[in-house]
């Protein structure tokens, strides 16, 4: 090679070298001025204690590409990770550690909390809503009508007509009182009828054809359905001796069986959805209004009595039923379902504080419902909770001895 070629060659390398130094040097002050960089040299300042992953707290690794017992990559512990003596309480995650641990957080609210109790029942009659239709003086059954037990009648559809002696002695007596044209006495003939259980209807009628009338037709005082009938022709009866017994059927109870361990989310008046599967796909809405005291040890559940409306007499006793136990309207402070941790001997929530802080704090939990937890004490509205990535947290603070915040505030 010639001399002439040694020397370009030399000054060609001398300019890709000044080249590449004046590139990293532009590379370099381009990156120094970005918040990237400025974080970058921050996390560099900081001093390692050593390496490891928060699943597995336990284990301690002194290099950086180390992977965990359960094949994770390890973060690293730095050693300003504790607090100053005077510093909040909590546990400080780098912000790759956070966003690589997928941190979400969460604030506790206040708001109504829906059910999602779901249980069975069964339709029954409303043994509230019964008539029991008896003989008011002792007679006898001349007629009886075309009736048996289970039919369903209306108001005021007859019984029995019976014939009633001590009736139509009573009304001479009456006429004869009225004739002699003395008001009080007979004011008080009539009270006399009226006390024997006839009607104002009969008396008038006494009264107005001056003939005494001891038969009368017994009718049903409501609608319903006929579950006793002892009426039948020629029958002698006694003075309050039952002739029938009529249920009503314009509400029915739905008897739910809810489990003893979740009696305490149901109240009285609390809304209800059912669904029959004799009507599928059409709710019908009700509401409790009795808990029975008793609890069926065989099957370790209790009894709510739910009333419901029957138009037109759809709903037959016996038919089985899915009971959904609405949420009812009181205000309650909640905090998402996944955002809870319970470790057997205590409940608890990891608390956001500023500064990208995290620290344990104890709870005491109500109803759950829809995803959300009911709060009863250990947090207050607006505070700040990780709803997602929280078991890493707290094996975090466990493994540096941080203790949790007591119910009722406190350090």
Do not use: C
């Amino acid at each position: 090679m010639s001399m002439d070629a040694k020397n370009a060659a030399r000054w060609g390398a001398g300019v890709l070298a000044v080249a590449l130094v004046a590139g990293g040097s532009g590379y370099w002050l381009g990156q120094r001025g970005g918040p990237a960089d400025e974080a970058g040299s921050a996390q560099a300042e900081r001093r390692v204690l050593y390496w490891y992953d928060p699943m597995v707290p336990q284990e301690r690794y002194d290099n950086p590409n180390s992977l965990s017992s359960m094949g994770m990559k390890t973060i690293p512990k730095y050693a300003d990770g504790a607090p100053a003596a005077n510093a909040v309480p909590g546990v400080s995650i780098d912000p790759a550690a956070r966003q690589n641990l997928g941190l979400r957080i969460a604030a506790a609210e206040m708001g109504s909390l829906p059910s999602s109790l779901a249980v069975t029942g069964t339709i029954d009659f409303n043994q509230r809503n019964v008539a029991i239709v008896q003989a008011r003086s002792g007679g006898f059954v001349t007629r009886v009508y075309d009736r048996a037990p289970g039919d369903v009648i209306g108001a005021g559809a007859p019984i029995a007509d019976v014939q009633l002696p001590e009736w139509g002695g009573a009304q001479g007596e009456f006429l004869a009182v009225r004739r002699l044209g003395k008001p009080e006495l007979t004011a008080a003939a009539r009270q006399r009828l009226r006390l024997m259980g006839m009607s104002e209807r009969l008396i008038a009628e006494v009264e107005r054809t001056g003939r005494t009338n001891g038969a009368v037709t017994i009718t049903s005082p409501i609608a319903g359905a006929i579950q006793t009938l002892d009426a039948r022709a020629g029958v002698t009866l006694a003075q309050g001796q039952t002739l029938a017994q009529v249920t009503g059927i314009g509400t029915v109870w739905l008897n739910a069986a809810v489990p003893e361990a979740q009696a305490g989310t149901v109240r009285i008046g609390q809304s209800t959805n059912a669904t029959l599967a004799a009507f599928p796909g059409e709710p019908f809405t009700g509401r409790v209004i009795a808990i029975l005291p008793t609890t069926r040890a065989e099957s370790r559940t209790l009894t709510v009595r739910i009333e419901l409306t029957n138009r037109g007499g759809r709903l037959r006793p016996g038919m089985f039923a899915s009971v959904a136990l609405g949420g009812d309207q009181k205000q309650a402070l909640l905090v998402p379902s996944e955002a809870v941790i319970r470790t057997g001997a205590r409940t608890l929530v990891m608390l956001a504080l500023e500064g990208g802080r995290y620290r344990p704090a104890e709870i005491r939990t109500g109803r759950e419902g829809g995803g959300r937890t009911e709060i009863l004490d250990g947090l207050a509205a607006g505070e700040k909770i990780v709803a997602s990535g929280q078991f890493l947290l707290d094996s975090e603070a466990s493994l540096t001895g941080m203790t949790a915040r007591p119910i009722g505030g406190g350090k």
